[in-house]
C-alpha cells in the first residue's frame, strides 16, 4: 500500500493533475465566496457613498440639530429642538448620533453612522430569519433583496428614526422566533433588546409589530401553548428595565403626561383620532408607495404577496408552515393604513418580511426564464431611465455616472444570459439596484442637495467664524443652518427687533420678503449675495427640468451691513 501511494505521488502526470484538481477547486471555491459576499460589498458601497452627502431637511436635519444640541448641552435624559422641549420622538436615536459626534466629531458622516450600522444590523437580521424559517440561500437572497432596495437606500442617507426601526423590528423578530424555537434564554434576552431599542426608538410599534408577527401566527394555527410560558413575563420586565432612563427623562420633562403621549398618543392616537398630526391620507396611500419604494423588486414582491394570502389557509391546516411573516405584514399594514397621519417611510419596517418571503416565492417559482426575463426588463428601463435622469437634470455632474450606469446594465444583461437557474433573476436585479444606489449617492444627490441654502449658510458661518452678535436670521433659518453652524442660530421674528440689532458688520440671513420689508423700512444692506433655495424633500417636475428649474427656486439673501 505504501509503495502504491508513492507511485501515485512520484509519477508527474499524476502531480499533474492533482494541481489542476486543487486549482479548480480553489477556484470553485473562490467563485462560491464572491457570490456569496460581493453582494454584501456592494450594498456597503451604496451605504458609504452616502454617508458623507450633506443631511436634508427637514427632519432628518431637526434630528442632527437635536443630537448636537444634546451633544453640546450634555443634558441626555432632557430632549430640547432650539432650547425648546422636543416630544415627539423618542430619545435613542439622538443618544447614539451624540455619542457618534462626540467620538468622532461633528459632521454628516458621524450623524448617519449609528443608523448606518443598524441597518447593517437589519441586513444580518433579515439572512438569519430566513435562514431559521427556510433556509441559508433563501435568507441570504432575502437580505440581498432588502439591502439594495430602493427603499433602504433612501433611509440610509436621509436617515431618520426609521432606519434604525426597521433594522430593531426585523431584529427582535428573528430573536423572538429563535427562542419559541429552541427556548433558550439567550434569544429572550436578544428579543428584550430588540423590542427596547424600537421602542426606544419610533415608540410602541416597536413592540406591536414582534407581537401581531408571533400573535397573528398563533391565532390562525391556534398554538395556544406558544403563549403559555412564564418567561414572557421575564421578556416584558427585561424590556421595562432598558425603557427606565427614557421614562425617567419623559416623567422630568413632562409628568405623567409625557409618559401618556410616548405609550398611547403618539401612535394609537393616530387611529383614534387623539394625535392632532393628520393629513388625511387615503387607506391606499402605503399601496403605491410600496409600488415605486421596493424596486426594482417589487413585481416579485407583489406575486410573493398574493401568493402567500392564497396560500393562507393551506398555512393553516399545514403544520409545519409558518405564518409570522403574513400576519406581521398584513396586520401592521392594515393597522399603519388606518392612521390618520402617514409618511412614505412608516411602511418600511415591513420590508424586511416581505424580502423574505420575495426570496421564497424566487426559490419556489417554476419559470425561472420568464420571470428573469420580466426583471430584467423593469431593472433596466429602471436603470436606463435613471442615467437619462441624471444627464438631463443635472448634467454639471459630467457623464460618467450616467454611461457607468449603461454599462452596469448591459452587464447585467449579459450576466443573464450566461446564469441558471434562479440566478438568472436574483443577480441582474440586484446588480441594477446598486446602479440605482450609485446613480443617486454619487450624481444626484450632490447635484440636489447643494441647494438647502440654510446647509450653504451654516457652513459659510463657521467659516467666517461669525458670533450670534454679528450674524442673524430675521424669520428665516432651518435646523440644517443650526446643525451645520454648530450652534443655535438666533432667529428674529419681526422687523422691529430685526433692525434694533443692526449694526455696523452685522449679517442678516432673511428670505426675499423679510429683505424687501427691511428696505422698506430703510435699511438697505451695503451689499448681499443671493442664494438659491429648494426645499429638496418636495421635489417635482418644474425643479428636475432645467428649463423651468429658476421657476421653483427661492431666493434666500445674507445682507451685509
Same mark, same amino acid.
Given at each position: 500500500?505504501?509503495?502504491?501511494?508513492?507511485?501515485?505521488?512520484?509519477?508527474?502526470?499524476?502531480?499533474?493533475?492533482?494541481?489542476?484538481?486543487?486549482?479548480?477547486?480553489?477556484?470553485?471555491?473562490?467563485?462560491?465566496?464572491?457570490?456569496?459576499?460581493?453582494?454584501?460589498?456592494?450594498?456597503?458601497?451604496?451605504?458609504?457613498?452616502?454617508?458623507?452627502?450633506?443631511?436634508?431637511?427637514?427632519?432628518?436635519?431637526?434630528?442632527?440639530?437635536?443630537?448636537?444640541?444634546?451633544?453640546?448641552?450634555?443634558?441626555?435624559?432632557?430632549?430640547?429642538?432650539?432650547?425648546?422641549?422636543?416630544?415627539?420622538?423618542?430619545? %435613542? @436615536? /439622538?443618544?447614539? *448620533?451624540? +455619542?457618534?459626534?462626540?467620538?468622532?466629531?461633528?459632521?454628516?458622516? $458621524? #450623524?448617519?453612522?449609528?443608523?448606518?450600522?443598524?441597518?447593517?444590523?437589519?441586513?444580518?437580521?433579515?439572512?438569519?430569519?430566513?435562514?431559521?424559517?427556510?433556509?441559508?440561500?433563501?435568507?441570504?437572497?432575502?437580505?440581498?433583496?432588502?439591502?439594495?432596495?430602493?427603499?433602504?437606500?433612501?433611509?440610509?442617507?436621509?436617515?431618520?428614526?426609521?432606519?434604525?426601526?426597521?433594522?430593531?423590528?426585523?431584529?427582535?423578530?428573528?430573536?423572538?422566533?429563535?427562542?419559541?424555537?429552541?427556548?433558550?434564554?439567550?434569544?429572550?434576552?436578544?428579543?428584550?433588546?430588540?423590542?427596547?431599542?424600537?421602542?426606544?426608538?419610533?415608540?410602541?410599534?416597536?413592540?406591536?409589530?414582534?407581537?401581531?408577527?408571533?400573535?397573528?401566527?398563533?391565532?390562525?394555527?391556534?398554538?395556544?401553548?406558544?403563549?403559555?410560558?412564564?418567561?414572557?413575563?421575564? %421578556? @416584558? /420586565?427585561?424590556? *421595562?428595565? +432598558?425603557?427606565?432612563?427614557?421614562?425617567?427623562?419623559?416623567?422630568? $420633562? #413632562?409628568?405623567?403626561?409625557?409618559?401618556?403621549?410616548?405609550?398611547?398618543?403618539?401612535?394609537?392616537?393616530?387611529?383614534?383620532?387623539e394625535n392632532v398630526w393628520r393629513n388625511d391620507t387615503s387607506p391606499l396611500f402605503f399601496t403605491h408607495i410600496f409600488l415605486w419604494s421596493f424596486l426594482p423588486w417589487t413585481l416579485l414582491g407583489i406575486a410573493a404577496l398574493l401568493t402567500e394570502l392564497k396560500n393562507v389557509r393551506n398555512g393553516i391546516c399545514d403544520k409545519s408552515a409558518e405564518l409570522y411573516l403574513v400576519s406581521g405584514i398584513v396586520l401592521v399594514w392594515v393597522a399603519l393604513s388606518l392612521s390618520k397621519f402617514k409618511l412614505p417611510h412608516y411602511i418600511f419596517v415591513v420590508y424586511p418580511l416581505i424580502a423574505i418571503l420575495t426570496a421564497k416565492y424566487l426559490h419556489?417559482?417554476?419559470?425561472?426564464?420568464?420571470?428573469?426575463?420580466?426583471?430584467?426588463? %423593469?431593472?433596466?428601463?429602471?436603470?436606463?431611465?435613471?442615467?437619462?435622469?441624471?444627464?438631463?437634470?443635472?448634467?454639471?455632474?459630467?457623464?460618467?455616472?450616467?454611461?457607468?450606469?449603461?454599462?452596469?446594465?448591459?452587464?447585467?444583461?449579459?450576466?443573464?444570459?450566461?446564469?441558471?437557474?434562479?440566478?438568472?433573476?436574483?443577480?441582474?436585479?440586484?446588480?441594477?439596484?446598486?446602479?440605482?444606489?450609485?446613480?443617486?449617492?454619487?450624481?444626484?444627490?450632490?447635484?440636489?442637495?447643494?441647494?438647502?441654502?440654510?446647509?450653504?449658510?451654516?457652513?459659510?458661518?463657521?467659516?467666517?467664524?461669525?458670533?450670534?452678535?454679528?450674524?442673524?436670521?430675521?424669520?428665516?433659518?432651518?435646523?440644517?443652518?443650526?446643525?451645520?453652524?454648530?450652534?443655535?442660530?438666533?432667529?428674529?421674528?419681526?422687523?422691529?427687533?430685526?433692525?434694533?440689532?443692526?449694526?455696523?458688520?452685522?449679517?442678516?440671513?432673511?428670505?426675499?420678503?423679510?429683505?424687501?420689508?427691511?428696505?422698506?423700512?430703510?435699511?438697505?444692506?451695503?451689499?448681499?449675495?443671493?442664494?438659491?433655495?429648494?426645499?429638496?424633500?418636495?421635489?417635482?417636475?418644474?425643479?428636475?427640468?432645467?428649463?423651468?428649474?429658476?421657476?421653483?427656486?427661492?431666493?434666500?439673501?445674507?445682507?451685509?451691513?
Amino acid at each position: 500500500m505504501t509503495n502504491t501511494r508513492k507511485s501515485i505521488f512520484e509519477n508527474p502526470v499524476a502531480q499533474k493533475r492533482n494541481g489542476v484538481f486543487y486549482f479548480a477547486a480553489f477556484f470553485m471555491q473562490l467563485h462560491s465566496f464572491i457570490i456569496k459576499w460581493l453582494p454584501y460589498l456592494a450594498i456597503l458601497l451604496v451605504y458609504a457613498s452616502g454617508a458623507n452627502l450633506d443631511i436634508m431637511e427637514v427632519d432628518a436635519a431637526q434630528y442632527a440639530s437635536i443630537s448636537l444640541e444634546m451633544l453640546k448641552s450634555g443634558k441626555y435624559l432632557q430632549v430640547l429642538d432650539r432650547n425648546v422641549d422636543y416630544l415627539d420622538k423618542p430619545p %435613542l @436615536l /439622538f443618544w447614539l *448620533s451624540a +455619542l457618534s459626534m462626540k467620538l468622532f466629531g461633528i459632521g454628516n458622516w $458621524q #450623524y448617519k453612522l449609528p443608523s448606518i450600522l443598524f441597518s447593517l444590523l437589519g441586513i444580518f437580521s433579515t439572512y438569519k430569519l430566513g435562514k431559521r424559517l427556510y433556509s441559508e440561500e433563501i435568507g441570504r437572497h432575502a437580505s440581498w433583496i432588502i439591502g439594495s432596495s430602493l427603499a433602504m437606500m433612501m433611509i440610509n442617507n436621509d436617515i431618520k428614526t426609521d432606519t434604525i426601526l426597521v433594522s430593531a423590528i426585523v431584529f427582535s423578530i428573528w430573536m423572538l422566533l429563535s427562542y419559541l424555537e429552541t427556548k433558550q434564554w439567550r434569544y429572550l434576552f436578544g428579543s428584550a433588546v430588540g423590542i427596547a431599542v424600537a421602542m426606544l426608538t419610533k415608540g410602541p410599534i416597536g413592540l406591536m409589530m414582534p407581537a401581531l408577527a408571533v400573535g397573528g401566527h398563533v391565532l390562525l394555527k391556534r398554538q395556544w401553548k406558544l403563549l403559555i410560558d412564564w418567561r414572557w413575563v421575564i %421578556l @416584558l /420586565f427585561l424590556v *421595562s428595565i +432598558l425603557l427606565i432612563p427614557m421614562s425617567i427623562g419623559l416623567y422630568n $420633562q #413632562y409628568g405623567s403626561d409625557g409618559l401618556k403621549f410616548y405609550f398611547w398618543t403618539q401612535s394609537f392616537g393616530r387611529i383614534t383620532g387623539e394625535n392632532v398630526w393628520r393629513n388625511d391620507t387615503s387607506p391606499l396611500f402605503f399601496t403605491h408607495i410600496f409600488l415605486w419604494s421596493f424596486l426594482p423588486w417589487t413585481l416579485l414582491g407583489i406575486a410573493a404577496l398574493l401568493t402567500e394570502l392564497k396560500n393562507v389557509r393551506n398555512g393553516i391546516c399545514d403544520k409545519s408552515a409558518e405564518l409570522y411573516l403574513v400576519s406581521g405584514i398584513v396586520l401592521v399594514w392594515v393597522a399603519l393604513s388606518l392612521s390618520k397621519f402617514k409618511l412614505p417611510h412608516y411602511i418600511f419596517v415591513v420590508y424586511p418580511l416581505i424580502a423574505i418571503l420575495t426570496a421564497k416565492y424566487l426559490h419556489r417559482v417554476k419559470h425561472e426564464v420568464i420571470w428573469g426575463r420580466i426583471q430584467l426588463t %423593469l431593472s433596466s428601463v429602471v436603470t436606463l431611465a435613471m442615467a437619462s435622469l441624471l444627464w438631463y437634470c443635472f448634467p454639471n455632474g459630467g457623464l460618467w455616472i450616467p454611461v457607468l450606469l449603461v454599462i452596469i446594465s448591459l452587464v447585467s444583461s449579459i450576466y443573464f444570459f450566461k446564469a441558471k437557474g434562479i440566478s438568472k433573476i436574483v443577480i441582474p436585479t440586484f446588480i441594477c439596484a446598486i446602479a440605482i444606489g450609485l446613480g443617486l449617492n454619487l450624481h444626484f444627490y450632490p447635484q440636489l442637495l447643494p441647494y438647502q441654502a440654510n446647509a450653504q449658510v451654516g457652513k459659510w458661518v463657521v467659516e467666517k467664524e461669525l458670533s450670534d452678535n454679528e450674524f442673524f436670521g430675521f424669520s428665516t433659518g432651518g435646523r440644517s443652518l443650526d446643525f451645520y453652524a454648530q450652534r443655535i442660530i438666533p432667529w428674529k421674528q419681526d422687523a422691529a427687533s430685526t433692525i434694533e440689532s443692526i449694526h455696523p458688520g452685522a449679517v442678516v440671513y432673511a428670505n426675499e420678503a423679510r429683505y424687501q420689508e427691511l428696505i422698506s423700512f430703510g435699511m438697505k444692506p451695503k451689499r448681499d449675495s443671493l442664494l438659491q433655495n429648494f426645499e429638496v424633500q418636495n421635489l417635482n417636475l418644474k425643479f428636475l427640468d432645467p428649463k423651468t428649474r429658476e421657476q421653483a427656486l427661492k431666493k434666500n439673501y445674507l445682507l451685509f451691513y
